[in-house]
């Protein structure tokens, strides 16, 4: 099979796989903009993903993005119907605990989305980067084992028992948490040394590759912004704020975007002028807001002091 087959065709099973969640969300009672966030979020990695195993198949970053989007959003999938088999049903479906084995599919996009940001643009690293490639698979191969072991208790256990979004409870609760934390702190020195080194080649470079790098740049920063908002007041039950924390999520989308565009130089030149409108908007946005705020702090103090006994004979008097 050649390769821009393949990508059609995996590109062909996210479709599926992100149009099922829809049903399959709605039988979990779960069909709402937090319970299909995810599926959603992994139609651009589809999209982009295909466009770039299919032109330039000997690049690993378009492969990756495949990966990422079906197995996430087969995870997300394995998670309704778990939801839907144990929670609502109480007694299991067919192939309901390999539907519990199998939740763990987000964790795909922890573990691939660094790599795309080693092999940018052209799927190329020097000898003195391939140690650190190398080292990321050992410790991806030793979170992964630990992940596939544990959720082994889907088979094994006598009853089994999820959590609302479909993982063992279990989950996370047995293990060596000092361990843990030392493959946490490794993922993230590699993943950092990997960003530190595309700024590096963007200082470095000019022509195409420098915008290249910039759109690479822009879209991470931008991807980290929504996912910091979203960790930070999405988790959060104070109404607008909340929602706007769950919407931040989406930011995660200018990564594969901006990577698709750096490969395939698609309108590579824009970078700079996007770059102005979003600073732009940026500054209004946060000025609007400062202003709504400023007018719901004077409005509830003026509330105050009308019903205050102190302001109100003044009030009389005058």
Do not use: C
Request: hydrophobic share 55%; proline share 3%.
């Amino acid at each position: 099979m050649s390769g821009s087959r393949l990508a059609v065709l995996l590109g062909a099973a996210a479709a599926v796989l992100i149009a099922a969640s829809f049903p399959l969300s709605a039988l979990a009672h779960q069909l709402t903009f937090g319970g299909v966030g995810q599926p959603l979020l992994m139609i651009p990695f589809a999209v982009v993903g295909a466009l770039v195993a299919s032109r330039q198949p000997r690049n690993p970053i378009g492969w990756l993005l495949l990966v990422i989007a079906v197995t996430a959003t087969g995870g997300a999938d394995a998670g309704f119907y778990s939801v839907r088999a144990y929670h609502l049903d109480h007694h299991g479906l067919p192939l309901s605990r390999l539907a519990v084995f199998l939740t763990q599919g987000w964790a795909s996009m922890l573990v691939l989305l660094p790599l795309p940001i080693l092999f940018f643009p052209d799927g190329k690293i020097s000898r003195r980067w391939r140690w650190t490639l190398w080292a990321y698979i050992a410790l991806m191969a030793v979170l992964v084992g630990h992940l596939v072991i544990t959720d082994l208790g889907a088979f094994t256990e006598h009853s089994v028992r999820i959590d609302s979004s479909g993982e063992l409870k279990q989950l996370g609760t047995s293990g060596n948490n000092a361990g843990f934390v030392v493959v946490v702190l490794l993922f993230l020195a590699i993943s950092l040394s990997w960003v530190i080194r595309q700024v590096v080649l963007y200082r470095r470079s000019s022509g195409d590759r420098r915008q290249q790098l910039k759109w690479l740049l822009a879209g991470g920063s931008f991807a980290v912004f929504g996912f910091f908002i979203a960790i930070t007041i999405g988790s959060g039950n104070h109404g607008v704020l909340a929602t706007i924390g769950k919407v931040g999520f989406l930011g995660l989308v200018a990564l594969p975007i901006a990577i698709g565009i750096g490969i395939l130089r698609y309108r590579l030149y824009e970078i700079d002028r996007l770059i102005s409108r979003t600073l732009s908007y940026a500054l209004l946005t946060s000025l609007l807001v400062g202003v709504f705020a400023g007018l719901a702090f004077l409005g509830k103090s003026l509330k105050r002091l009308s019903q205050s006994s102190t302001f109100t004979p003044a009030l009389v008097m005058m």
